[in-house]
Nanobody, 124 residues
Framework: QVQLVESGGGSVQAGGSLRLSCAAS????????MAWFRQAPGKEREGVAV????????YYADSVKGRFTISRDNAENTVYLRMNSLTPEDTAMYYC?????????????????WGQGTQVAVSS
């Protein structure tokens, strides 16, 4: 089992920035993909960004490309999401996810461990 705990959410005005953190514990040696998803009320959970933890390659949803950056600190078993130029459309509950297999797709059914979520609210 892999346990994930997100932090860093909050309220920010449009154009602002936040950095989310995801701390992993447990059987992290079985994790090769770490991803961020988000879900707004009444909408399906959607992929935001994913990182391959062993070599650091990344992939982003078109909606956040150029604004968000995913990174990792393998020594601390932590993944980050730096969010810049935030807009009200970024308002959602953000979830960290871990998966054991390649390739690292941005699809929620590929991940078997999930955090509890951290809320991001962006006002105009």
């Amino acid at each position: 089992q892999v346990q994930l705990v997100e932090s860093g959410g909050g309220s920010v005005q449009a154009g602002g920035s936040l950095r989310l953190s995801c701390a992993a514990s447990g059987f992290t040696y079985r994790t090769v993909c770490m991803a961020w998803f988000r879900q707004a009320p009444g909408k399906e959970r959607e992929g935001v960004a994913v990182i391959r933890t062993d070599i650091g390659t990344t992939y982003y949803a078109d909606s956040v490309k150029g604004r968000f950056t995913i990174s990792r600190d393998n020594a601390e078993n932590t993944v980050y999401l730096r969010m810049n130029s935030l807009t009200p459309e970024d308002t959602a509950m953000y979830y960290c996810a871990a998966g054991p297999h390649l390739p690292c797709w941005l699809s929620k059914n590929e991940y078997n461990s999930w955090g509890q979520g951290t809320q991001v609210a962006v006002s105009s």
